[in-house]
């Protein structure tokens, strides 16, 4: 095993660094390198620079030198800040439902929606969850995705949520993707709960907060802020009670119905997530914070309804993030490339925004400050895409996926081998 590593040539190389984490991006904004290459030393990024310059350095360092062949384009690796890949069962029904008129939030009434997931999810055993979710973990990666933050909230008990959180913490274990955990118990009130929200919350908050922190198997709490889940009032006692502790918090906000992005504010969540539903009131109140607005163009997608307004997100000086909310109810695709490339088009993203919400200012919606651009020091996470024009990867809107994957310093997929 060598220390450094030396590879190249990159036709362009695109850091993702140096640049601002809210508001409007210009395309000309974003650095290129040409003919570029990349020193690693073990999992980081050692040095950066020319490719002919970095070979004498490299040879000193006695580095193994990595040479490309044919066109490259070199991004930082995908991060997909958001989504709910360990889940039991499919939603199939729901989305024929969907289209043929009902909606969601009908299905939901209905007996159908999140607790559908949360019956299927509860019948599967931990060792079914983990596979489920290395699978599409894996299907991720292959897309580019080296960061997957992945949601509990199918669970909707002490015991279940543990199981799902343990389900994610082996899976993680087992590939070389990071699965960043997060417990989403107020996903809504669980049917079979004999008490009210408010005595469901108290039961997680006392119950399973105290062992997420034991166990080490989350520093995120998340919170479902509709009129068919938890209202604003409630989770403002829950999110108190967790930031307490410790925990970072993020928010489910706007998706239907307004309120979320309010106490997303006033908690100073890490990030408010989904936002469809947000008037030019709270763009404000999110860009004139600290909180990532994200993204979630696949529920737009799942559901045929509004995007998540970015364009005016950005104008008003926002931090925008973009994640796929891989589910099986609202976001069954998960494809992150493909969606952030469609949300580009009918938002009238530039590339330099798309690009940014996938990856350093994805890395900022989940509080990492080692990865999301290239530069000395950071992980050495990166997608290589066979072309000379980094314009053709968001150009072929998710159809064009990258060749060869790393993570940590390591070739991680290839796709020809
Ligand atoms: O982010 N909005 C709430 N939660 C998920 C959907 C989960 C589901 O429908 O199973 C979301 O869209
Ligand atoms: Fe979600």
Redesign the pocket.
Known sequence: MHKYKLIGPFKQLLPMSGLPLKGALSDNQLPILENAGMLLENACIFKLGDHSELLSEAKSLQAEIISLKGDHVCLPGLIDSHT?ICSGGS?ANDYAMRNAGKTYLEIAKAGG??WD?VTQTRKATKGELVKKTIKRAKQHLKNGVTTIEVKSGYGLSVEQELKMLMAIKEADESLPVDLIPTCLAA?MLPKDFEGSEANYLSEISEKLFPILKEEGLTNRIDA?I?ESAFSPEQIARYFKKAKAMGFDITV?AD?FSTGGSQVAVDFKAISAD?LEASSSEEILLLANSAVISTA?PG?SLGLGCDFTPARKILDAGGALAIAS?H?????PMGDLLTQAAILGTFEKLTNAEVLAGITYRAAAALNLDDRGQLAKGFLADFCLFHTTDYNEILYNQGSFKPCVVWKNGEVVFDKHS
């Open positions: 709910h939603r929606g999140i997931t996903h479902f509709e489910h998706q989904h979630l529920a909310d589910n099986p109810g609202s976001a």
